[in-house]
């Protein structure tokens, strides 16, 4: 903008220019405005449908890998704990359990001093029937305390530490693994004369503070042993792990079912999960026929495609038209006149009390094939990102056209400038050529007034 513009004219010529480049530009810019908000409000729309769907994809995953599980409980979770995976047979089993698994302890006669040198050799270490560890005692480690972090470090199955019982230092040997079988054998050998207080470590000069023995317990009469606290081969499918003794004639109940839980729970997770795609749905296609204003996806082709093919798996029959239920809706799974769902509690139990195994292959196969549709509009490359590609291509012709209407107004505005410019300067010629002659009929004028 030129700021002398009007100087010749005494018109405001700047502000006329302005006003003349806003008429121009604004309804462009509004018209601009309005496409790019409809383009945003549409990319959003298709971003909330692909995250609700993704939620729902997540749910239908969990649906078509559900399996037959179990749940197990204790009596007695202080003494007994219990656990079930997906093989272990239901049913009701009693345990009595009449000793734990321990690992055997040898302790060593006491010594004055920890730190106190105690001679060189080798000091071997046998658990059980495996293979002797061989460790070295040298000037650098011959004391207690160095004797027990070079067992310690030997991993040798067995744990070392000092216990100071008011009297003196003991050496203190636990096998690292509870059982009658992994008793510890520690030897001694070296030069007899360099040996020295080494040999007092020897297991002939051990005293056995704790036996290892197997735990024992009998399971619904049958008697049973196992060298550890915790049976994972006892019962198939189950882990017992045993933490304290019982009472004679007080046995622990132990109770595996079949984990129902699990398939309310799934089947709940897919409800709220598919009604929060309907009704993200519903409301990105929404039409008020009093404002008669829609939504920013109303009427489109994609949604309506993404209801159709819900509704479409969600009343696929199952393949065997045997079986005792053959659709979702025979396991209490409902729909409403606006499509969403509702799970009748009471139908579901009903059905898996008739046939537990039959419910999870039906929910597995069905689910499998809602989700396979489902990944069709969400996974990349799919028909929403494919849409919403289409219009962030779309937003960027927008750019484009915005920075083509800045250069038209920019050169729209030089151009007034020039053709104002113009006018001004030639106003400005004409209103002194009008001063000037004015000045000449007056003087015209009073000439003849002096002749007369």
């Known amino acids: 903008m030129i700021s002398s513009l009007g100087i010749g004219s005494g018109l405001d010529l700047n502000a006329l220019v302005d006003q003349l480049v806003a008429a121009e530009r604004e309804p462009k810019v509004q018209r601009l405005d309005r496409r790019e908000a409809d383009l945003q409000a549409r990319i959003s729309g298709f971003g909330a449908a692909r995250g609700g769907l993704s939620g729902l994809e997540t749910a239908l995953d969990k649906l078509s890998t ?152 009998v399971l619904n009469g049958l008697p049973v042993t196992s060298p550890s606290n915790s049976l994972d081969q006892t019962l198939e499918g189950m882990t017992l792990q045993l933490k304290g003794t019982t009472e004679p004639g007080a046995p622990i109940t132990v109770t595996v079912g079949e984990d129902r839980a699990a398939v309310r729970s799934a089947l709940n997770e897919f409800v709220k999960a598919y009604n929060g795609v309907i009704d993200t749905v519903r409301d990105l296609t929404r039409y008020n026929p009093e404002t008669q204003e829609g939504a920013a996806l109303v009427g489109d082709s ?31 799974v409902n729909s409403d006149r606006n499509g969403r769902l509702s799970l009748d509690s009471a139908a579901l139990d009903q059905a898996m009390d008739q046939d537990f195994s039959g419910v999870i292959g039906l929910v597995n196969e069905v689910s499998a094939g809602l989700r396979d549709s489902v990944k069709g509009f969400t996974e990349p490359g799919g028909l929403l990102e494919s849409r919403t590609e289409g219009l962030q291509t779309r937003m960027q012709g927008i750019d484009r056209q915005r920075e083509a209407l800045d250069l038209r107004i920019e050169r729209l505005e030089a151009r007034l400038v020039r053709q104002f410019g113009a006018m001004d300067a030639l106003v400005g010629q004409l209103q002194g050529t009008s001063q000037f002659l004015d000045q000449q009929l007056g003087a015209m004028n009073a000439t003849l007034d002096r002749g007369r």
């Open 66 to 217: 559900l399996q037959q599980g179990r749940t197990a409980s204790s009596s007695d979770d202080d003494r007994l704990e219990v656990s079930a995976s997906d093989g272990a047979a239901t049913g009701s089993y009693r345990i009595e359990v009449s000793q734990l698994a321990a690992a055997q302890s040898l302790a060593s006669g006491r010594f004055a001093d920890a730190d106190a040198p105690l001679g060189t050799g080798t000091l071997s270490l046998q658990v059980g029937d495996g293979t002797p560890v061989a460790i070295g005692i040298d000037q650098e480690n011959n004391s207690l305390r160095g004797i027990r972090e070079a067992i310690n470090a030997a991993d040798a199955g067995v744990q070392a530490s000092i216990v100071n019982d008011g009297e003196g230092a003991r050496l203190v040997l636990s096998a690292a693994q509870t059982g009658a079988d992994q008793t510890v054998a520690v030897t001694v050998s070296g030069d007899e004369a360099a040996v020295g207080d080494l040999a007092r470590l020897a297991s002939e000069n051990l005293t056995e503070t704790v036996a290892g023995r197997d735990a024992e317990l």
């Open 302 to 332: 994609t949604l309506r495609s993404v209801q159709g093919r819900l509704a479409q798996g969600l009343q696929s029959p199952g393949s065997d038209p045997e079986a005792a239920f053959t659709n979702l809706v025979n396991l209490g």
